[in-house]
């Protein structure tokens, strides 16, 4: 029986399917073109299912050791979960969102409001719209709703 | 919200004055703006008044289990009027400057 090899490649899609999960929210997310559709991240765990399927093939090869088999498939197992996280991040629980019906329409009247701004001093959408911008007058305001951090 | 900040010049030479609307608190949205460098207008929105005259409740979404606002953007004209939304179906997905600029351009 040869000696025992450290299965690299195994452990090398493991960490780098984990990474391509992470790196979605934490990195990709910050460039347009990687965050309408997360192609880097794709393209990061087709990386990852190859070292992963080159990791298996060599531990399931004669004379290797059955621990060796068994963290393989433990590896290709934990991947398979990060994959399926990534899938419900990504793909499917960023859609669970509420119907909106009601919301403003194009054309319509845009509802007012008054608010506090970051120094906690009110401000109201028809200050905002007539408000001039570098000394001349304003042309609209393009209000971004956002989740918020906190 | 950083594409916002990286185009807010030419938002600016058009006339259109970007507004960002959260229900954080006015000093978290201070400690954002200073840490990320933005410097439009954030509107503090904690009792969902604008977020719920807009619709955009999205229940119990927030850290805390708290209301939030689903991910929205608005163009409003002088008159008030709204002239082009961007109600996204993936909150990853967002309008990208470019295309609110186009929108803005063709204000009258």
Redesign the interface.
Known sequence: MEKPKFNWSIWMGVVLSIFAFLSYPLLFVNWPVTRDFPWANIALFVVAAFLLFVGIRRAFAPGRRRLSKIFSALGALLSVLVLGMFILVAFIGSRWLPASTRAPQVSQKAPGFTLNDTNGKPVSLTELVLQPINGKPAKGVLLIFYRGYW | ????QKNLDQ??A?????????????????E??QKAGYTF?????PDL???G???????G????GHD???????????T??????M????????A?PEQ?LEV?KA??
């Open positions: 919200m950083r594409s916002i938002f600016n058009v006339g259109i004055r970007p507004v960002a609307i959260s229900v954080d608190s006015p000093e978290e949205s201070r954002l703006c207008t954030f509107l503090s929105d008044e604008a977020i005259r807009y619709d955009l409740v999205h229940k979404q927030g850290i805390k939030i606002s689903r991910p929205a953007e608005f163009l409003v004209d002088a008030g009027t709204v002239r082009w939304r109600l996204t179906e993936n909150i990853w997905v967002r990208r609110i803005a204000l009258q």
